[in-house]
Structure formats: structure tokens, C-alpha cells
């Protein structure tokens, strides 16, 4: 595995690989239309703490307001936050989201009628004083998942990724990732991933995996919400698969999942597969922040030439403290 080489292990295997999805014009099959920045920033997770702020705005201007108009404006954006939080695709348990709702719809109609009766004065401060403690408490919860993992653990001198196109690639003409960070940073990397590989064909990747693997890399798991596999089964098939990879004196990291908003289930999951294994995971913004670049992907998800230098630089930056370069690294990647 020197410089400028990488290992195709599913290809050796099959002898068709990559070429299984390769067409003309470079665009597979599963690709999905391209993004458009305000699809990108909500499903970067970052409408969560805009949408915060302007509720926590309209709950702290309300008894400053006199005049009917500025209720009916306090109201639209009131229920515009609501939808920026929703949209945001936090994966809280549906008990914290439908406490969460309830707390809403109660601050909202005792705010609008608290100069009716006593009883709805009261109402409207106790549920603003449980509203914003549970934005606040809801925010920093997630505001923990959105930093950048510390990655810890013995160093190794090769990287293994199991993952799905994103990491095998689409198109014969652009490099993969893996192959760029091996160029770029010369570690060695063994690229088990599959075009449109879902969680459950991660398995057989993962009986790939030897006692010298000491840091692995997954990548996998947006097929299964786009085909609509199940969250159950979704479950059992990460739930194995992290079982197979995790062993003692092995970093294990994994990008969260970009979610949808009745995908919540999936990232539920995944995060507590991953607290329960051990596996740090990538916050999903960081994959969004690279299929944003304005020339990073070919058709809004899978990557360009651009694309896959971002990729790479952002998991040797990740991964820099567990792996460690066995010869220099060349000066072009496409080379």
C-alpha cells in the first residue's frame, strides 16, 4: 500500500466493483438533484439555534407589546422559529419533542388571551418559564453533538473506510477521497466502501477487517433513509455492524447521518449505537459544509474533483492524532 496506491478489496473480490455503477457523463444511477444552499442549511442542523433565538425573542418582547399588529407579527414568527427548529432535525426522543410542543402551544395560546382572565396570566408565565428552559437545556444538548470529536487512541500507520458511494466514488474520472488522502497525506487507506451500499452490506466489509486495523472509518447509512429501510431494521444492521468493527485498542469514527424530518429515528439510533460502542461520531455539518462548496459535487451529493480534496482534508484533520504517515506525500492528487 505505498504512496499513490490504494486498496480496492471489493473489487479484488468481485472483479466489478465501482464499474457497477459507472455511466457515461460520470452520474450514477441513485444520485439525487443538486442541493440548493437553504436545503444545505437545514439539513446542516444550524436552523436549531436561529430558530431558538427568534422564539426566545418573541417570548421576551411579548408583555412589551401594545398594538395588534405586533402580536399577529410576534405570532407568524413565533410559528416560523417552530418550523426552523423542526426543520432543523434534531433527534430528540419523541417524549422531549412532544413536551417540547406542548410547552409551544401552551405559552402561545395563554400569551394571546392573558388579558382575558387571571387564570391565563398565570398560565402564560409559568409556560414561558418551562418553554425557555427547555430551549435552552434542548439547545445545549444538541449544541454537544455539534462540536468536532476529540479522537484518541493508539496510532496507526493505515486507515480502513467502509462506506457507500460517497467514499467508493461514481465516476472513474474523480479520485475518491480515501485515494486523495492517501496522496495528500501518505497514510495508507484501505477503501472497502460500495456504490449504494446500505448499513446491512456493511457487514461483509467489515469481516474484512483484520487484529492490524487500528482505526476505521464508516461512512454509511444515508441509503437506507433515502430507500426508506426501516428504522428497526436500520437498528439491528448498525447495531451488528458497530458490534463487528468496535475491539479493544480500535478508533472507530462515523459521520452522522444527514436527516429528514420524519427521519428522526435514524438519528436517534445512530447516536445511541454510537454512545453504546464507543464510535465517535462526525457532526453532520461537517459533511454539509463540504457538499456546500460551490464546485464539490456533481449533482448535489456525490463528489467532484473539488469535492474529494475537501473530504480528505477534513478526515486527516479529524484523524490526525491516531494516524500517522508511512511515505511522503505527493503533490498532486489526481496524479
Known amino acids: 500500500m505505498g504512496a499513490g496506491n490504494i486498496v480496492w478489496r471489493y ?21 439525487i438533484p443538486a442541493m440548493n444552499p437553504v436545503a444545505l442549511y437545514f439539513a446542516s442542523g444550524e436552523s436549531l439555534y436561529l430558530g431558538v ?26 410559528w416560523l422559529a417552530l418550523a426552523m427548529i423542526v426543520m432543523a432535525c434534531p433527534p430528540f426522543s419523541m417524549i422531549l419533542d412532544l413536551i417540547l410542543l406542548a410547552a409551544f402551544l401552551l405559552w402561545f395560546i395563554a400569551s394571546n388571551r392573558a388579558g382575558v382572565k387571571q387564570t391565563w396570566v ?8 418551562v418553554l425557555v428552559m427547555l430551549l435552552l437545556v434542548l439547545t445545549a444538548i444538541e449544541f454537544s453533538h455539534r462540536t468536532m470529536p476529540v479522537i484518541t487512541g493508539k496510532p496507526s500507520d493505515h486507515l480502513v473506510v467502509i462506506g457507500d458511494s460517497i467514499s467508493s466514488g461514481i465516476d472513474s ?17 484501505i477503501n472497502l466502501a460500495r456504490p449504494g451500499a446500505q448499513v446491512s452490506e456493511g457487514l461483509s466489509m467489515a469481516e474484512k477487517l483484520t487484529p492490524e486495523d487500528g482505526v ?35 478508533t472507530v469514527v462515523m459521520f452522522e447521518l444527514v436527516l429528514l424530518p420524519n427521519k428522526i429515528a435514524y438519528g436517534q439510533i445512530q447516536r445511541r449505537l454510537a454512545a453504546k460502542y464507543g464510535v465517535s461520531l462526525i457532526p453532520k455539518r461537517c459533511f ?36 500517522k504517515s508511512t511515505s511522503s506525500p505527493t503533490s498532486n492528487p489526481s496524479d
Not at 122 to 129: A, E, F, K, P
Not at 292 to 318: E, I, K, N, P
Open 53 to 78: 433565538a427568534v422564539l426566545v425573542l418573541a417570548i421576551v418582547v411579548s408583555p412589551f407589546l401594545k398594538r395588534a399588529w405586533l402580536f399577529r407579527l410576534r405570532n407568524v414568527g413565533a
Open 173 to 189: 474520472r474523480v479520485p475518491p477521497w480515501p485515494l486523495v488522502l492517501q496522496q495528500t497525506s501518505g497514510v495508507s487507506v
Open 122 to 129: 398565570r398560565l402564560q408565565r409559568g409556560s414561558t418559564i
Open 11 to 31: 473489487a479484488e473480490d468481485t472483479g466489478k466493483g465501482r464499474h457497477e455503477q459507472v455511466v457515461l457523463g460520470g452520474i450514477a444511477p441513485d444520485t
Open 288 to 323: 454539509t459544509s463540504v457538499i456546500g462548496d460551490s464546485s464539490a459535487t456533481s449533482d448535489g451529493l456525490h463528489l467532484s474533483d473539488s469535492g474529494t480534496r475537501l473530504m480528505a482534508a477534513l478526515v486527516t484533520r479529524v484523524l490526525s492524532p491516531v494516524l
Open 216 to 250: 476505521v472509518l464508516i461512512e454509511i447509512g444515508g441509503n437506507d433513509l433515502l430507500m426508506g429501510v426501516p428504522s428497526d431494521e436500520f437498528g439491528k444492521a448498525l447495531g451488528t455492524l458497530l458490534s463487528m468493527v468496535t475491539a479493544p485498542g480500535r
